[in-house]
């Protein structure tokens, strides 16, 4: 998919089989539909209409609540963290990591906080 778009990149992120069109305009926009619409058609692909959100002013996409001005964590992804329980293993702490790292450039001094966890979980890999 990143090949069949490589000509609309300036206004498209693409992500395996996501595809997010952004413009500054709405006449923009359905030019910039126009062209990865017809990208896609020259490679034969398809895209199912019940997932398309056209001309929206803000999606999800990859965990996160895309706006014109703000880049945001989804809301049901910060509760499933929340609801994570207390970890009592190794494991349970690196999992938590791994799930908190995602997000990390919204958590300040992740890396300071995150090193401890991360220098006993390493030590059970060696």
Not at 11 to 38: A, G, K, T, W
Not at 103 to 110: A, M, S, V
Request: glycine share 2%; proline share 4%.
């Amino acid at each position: 998919m990143t090949d069949a778009l490589k000509s609309c990149r300036h206004f498209s992120l693409v992500y395996l089989d996501d595809i997010v069109v952004f413009s500054n305009s709405f006449s923009e926009h359905l030019y910039h539909l126009q062209r990865v619409l017809s990208a896609l058609n020259e490679q034969s692909l398809v895209l199912n209409p019940m997932k398309c959100e056209i001309a929206v002013q803000q999606v999800d996409y990859l965990g996160y609540t895309i706006s014109q001005n703000r880049v945001a964590p989804m809301k049901d992804k910060i509760a499933a963290i929340l609801q994570i329980e207390e970890p009592c293993t190794l494991v349970q702490a690196n999992n938590l990591i791994g799930a908190l790292s995602w997000y990390r450039k919204f958590l300040p001094n992740f890396a300071t906080i995150a090193a401890p966890i991360h220098a006993i979980t390493n030590l059970t890999k060696k």
